[in-house]
């Protein structure tokens, strides 16, 4: 039953997949507007806590969640899945006791969001084409959790989307650090 039921949504997630990059290359409209990066951040971190808690990894963003918080030009609902994308892959390859930490800085009219995480780390080819259409099939995680592959290519064109730029640094077997440069709302 449970090789039925990982089966099944690893097909869902694909098909998932399948259908953005569809309608991403049908260039969608994006719905962009002022939003507030906290927010961003605290409904994705909601949508991962569950998951975080039954691994046993820490989750926790460095900073207030309060009403001081950078604006940025975005869609609210496609940059929350990018980001719920993101905390999720940092998930599947951490272990128990590990720690996911978000934090962001402002730099001139940008702002930096940095994902960082002490898992296991992405091998050096493997990082060579991480956010590529063309990436190897995904990893097994530290739990077994599988993957599609195509989840990072279509978190970069997300990013990229709203005049963002998205990258990462990791060294295997200490983790991994995501890096989203967003623009800044003017308000």
């Known amino acids: 039953m449970e090789y039925i039921s990982d089966s099944s949504q690893s097909a869902a997630n694909l098909l998932d997949g399948m259908t953005d990059m569809m309608q991403f290359g049908n260039e969608e409209k994006l719905d ?3 939003t507030g990066l906290h927010l961003l951040i605290e409904e994705a971190m909601v949508l991962n806590e569950k998951r975080a808690a039954e691994k046993g990894v820490h989750l926790q963003f460095e900073g207030q ?8 030009r975005v869609d609210a609902k496609w940059m929350v899945r990018a980001l719920d994308n993101l905390i999720s892959n940092a998930l599947k390859f951490s272990q128990k ?4 930490k978000i934090s962001y800085q402002q730099d001139g009219d940008e702002v ?4 960082a995480d002490n898992g296991i780390g992405i091998p050096d080819d493997t990082l060579l084409k991480l956010f590529t259409k063309d990436a190897a099939p995904s990893r ?3 739990a077994g959790e599988q993957g599609t592959g195509l989840g990072l290519s279509i978190v970069k064109q997300i990013i990229e989307m709203q005049a963002g730029e998205i990258g990462v640094t990791s060294t295997e077997g200490l983790g991994s650090i995501i890096e989203i440069r967003l623009p800044m709302a003017n308000l």
């Open 97 to 100: 006791g590990g720690y996911i």
């Open 112 to 115: 930096v969001l940095r994902i």
């Open 65 to 72: 969640l309060d009403s001081q918080q950078p604006w940025v």
């Open 140 to 142: 097994t995680g530290t």
């Open 32 to 34: 962009l507007g002022a």
